[in-house]
């Protein structure tokens, strides 16, 4: 024990010792770079040579510590070369000629003057080459003021916003339009309906329920200024009301300045471009639309789009002849061999006709066509579709052949599934998507993306208060609609929306969808231009379109087809990744756009932000007076 001890502290002597001279040594040198140290500042300031002779003397003989003379250089040397012109160019986007203020470029009458005249096909969509889209601002009329509110704005317009009279002068009689002072006055009345728009709807509602939320979606071809489509939204209906641009001049455009949906279009050669099974109810009130030609190929494009039990409602002209044939101008037996062609047609669509009473005519669709497709030995003609998507509805060729519903496992079933009313019909998870016929879109899915366009729409809200303000918005574009979300999100505000699916962008063809939750839209390629009047829409939504488009045109040319059809003081919102509104910002301070990027929803750290927007409020200049020669 005592041997362990004396061994311990020999250990412990040794251990010290050997920390002495380490703190000994340690010292040493830190004393010898000090006095170094000071015998350095003690030489002064080294001058600086004053010829480039003397500059190899200088270096080689100066102390290192002349070093800290020299300033670091921290600035990056692999620069990119500078940009060529072309990517640094300041866009330029001047206001067109006044002569354009109604332009419709796919529309242009100039232009469809190259095209057949048969079927109207000079009467459709006929765009300009890229070659030939202007580069300029389309101009509101001088005097152009910011429409009346909904629901104001149903009985009242700005003479100056549609500067026309013709269809005050030519349908005088029927009650369409009057002019007083400023302002345009719409009594509501129609060349069918001359005791008004709600009249005849209740005519109607006695012959079909229009009441219990079964009818939500209708469409009325030839439509004039739109009164059934206004009249329609106070019972919760909404119809996608379209007419061509004719000689009935600015009939769609005072639809629009209504705050009522429309779309220029015509049935020609070509199909609407909506979905199949789109529509509750398809409507032609004296629409001047050839029912019985073309072996019937018109009605043949409304079956498609009419849903399983769906109806057709005809007034005018052939119905009701043998009281009307001599206002007509034409003779009765003319008119009785139309009717009867136009029943034979609606047969052979296996259509029932269930009422007739006064002007009014009634026609359904069957539920499904179990018993259509028995019929077939009996009417050979139209044949069942075999290729053809149903739902392809952009720049197809129209067929003489009936598109099928979808198969059903019994006479009671309705094909593509039971569709709920008005208003739950809005968010229930919608047939298309329950069935799995659009692939990978789940019941879940629907859910989870209706909730967040709730949670961003009232995001939009809290940094665009016009947005949040009732009413100050009525006719809404939303470029890219999915689902439908954005539109759902904003059903309780007193607003419609057009939802635009793009038929070339890379996603699932959702207009079904849309259609199914009670909701109307279009489908639209963005490299062309809308079929639609400039100033149509107070607000746009746009969502990743210009991601979508960026190898198929530019974006500047979406973003003029934009500010065309917006009007003056419109508000746009557009998400994309930040670098993509980085460049779309840069060209809308050209525009007189007025607009700031936002964080996304979630966050700063997100890549996607938004864009908020407006368009300032400018017009043509007044016309100069004309002085007398």
Not at 428 to 448: C, D, H, Q, W
Not at 461 to 490: H, P
Not at 570 to 580: E, K, L, P, S
Request: net charge neutral.
């Amino acid at each position: 024990m005592a041997a362990t001890r004396f061994l311990s502290h020999i250990t412990i002597f040794n251990s010290t010792n050997s920390n002495l001279y380490s703190i000994t040594i340690l010292a040493i040198l830190c004393t010898i770079f000090y006095l170094i140290g000071i015998w350095q500042h003690s030489l002064g300031p080294i001058p600086i040579p004053n010829s480039s002779s003397s500059v190899s003397g200088f270096l080689s003989s100066a102390p290192c510590y002349s070093l800290h003379t020299t300033q670091l250089d921290f600035m990056p040397h692999h620069l990119p070369h500078d940009p060529t012109p072309a990517t640094t160019r300041v866009p330029h986007f001047p206001p067109c000629n006044i002569s354009f203020s109604e332009y419709t470029p796919c529309e242009d009458a100039r232009r469809s003057l190259k095209f057949d005249r048969d079927m109207l096909i000079y009467r459709q969509r006929h765009c300009p080459e890229r070659n030939e889209l202007l580069k300029c601002r389309i101009p509101a009329p001088y005097g152009y003021k910011v429409p009346f509110r909904w629901p104001e704005s149903r009985e009242f317009a700005w003479f100056a916003n549609v500067p026309h009279k013709e269809l005050t002068v030519e349908k005088k009689a029927q009650n369409w339009v009057k002019v007083e002072g400023e302002k345009f006055i719409f009594p509501g009345g129609g060349t069918m309906f001359p005791r008004g728009a709600d009249a005849y709807i209740d005519d109607i509602d006695k012959l079909i329920n229009l009441k219990d939320g079964s009818i939500r979606t209708a469409i009325d071809t030839g439509c004039g200024v739109a009164s059934w489509g206004a009249y329609l939204l106070s019972r919760n209906i909404i119809a996608m009301s379209f007419a061509p641009r004719d000689t009935h001049e600015a009939q769609v455009q005072f639809a629009l300045e209504r705050g009522v949906p429309a779309l220029i279009g015509v049935l020609a050669s070509i199909r609407l471009p909506y979905p199949s099974r789109a529509f509750d109810m398809a409507h032609c009130s004296r629409c001047l639309i050839p029912w019985d030609n073309y072996d019937g190929i018109y009605l043949i494009e409304v079956d498609r789009i009419l849903r399983p039990g769906g109806y057709w409602i005809l007034s005018g002209p052939p119905i009701n002849w043998e009281n009307h044939w001599k206002g007509w101008n034409r003779t009765a037996d003319d008119l009785k061999a139309e009717q009867s062609r136009i029943e034979t047609v609606a047969k052979s669509l296996c259509w029932k006709k269930i009422v007739q009473k006064g002007d009014i005519a009634i026609w359904q669709k069957p539920t499904n066509h179990i018993h259509c497709k028995a019929t077939r030995k009996v009417f050979k003609q139209p044949r069942f579709c075999q290729t053809q998507n149903p739902d392809m509805a952009w720049y197809t060729k129209l067929e003489k052949c009936l598109t099928p519903l979808p198969q059903v496992s019994e006479i009671k079933e309705i094909a593509g599934g039971q569709l709920q009313k008005w208003p739950q019909r809005l968010n229930a998870i919608p047939p298309r998507i329950s069935s799995g016929s659009l692939k990978g879109v789940t019941g879940n899915n629907f859910v989870e993306n209706t909730e967040l366009w709730k949670e961003r729409v009232a995001y939009y809200k809290k940094i665009d208060y016009q947005l949040a303000q009732t009413g100050r918005y009525r006719n809404l574009l939303d470029m890219n609609a999915y689902l439908g979300g954005f539109a759902a999100a904003l059903v309780d505000d007193p607003v419609w929306v057009m939802n635009a699916v793009p038929v070339e962008a890379d996603q699932l063809n959702t207009l079904g969808v849309i259609y199914e939750r009670g909701l109307i839209g279009t489908y639209q390629n963005w490299c062309e231009a809308m079929s639609t009047y400039p100033r149509t829409y107070d607000f746009i939504h746009a969502d990743t379109i210009f991601s979508l488009y960026k190898d198929s045109c530019d974006t500047e040319d979406i973003l003029l087809e934009m500010d065309r059809v917006l009007r003056p003081e419109g508000g746009v919102i557009i998400r994309d990744d930040v670098d993509v509104l980085l460049k779309i910002k840069k060209i809308i301070d050209v525009m007189q756009w007025e607009g700031r990027i936002a964080d996304h929803e979630k966050g700063p750290h997100e890549s996607e932000k938004i864009l908020f927007a407006v368009k300032q409020y400018w017009t043509a200049p007044p016309l100069a007076p004309k002085h007398d020669q």
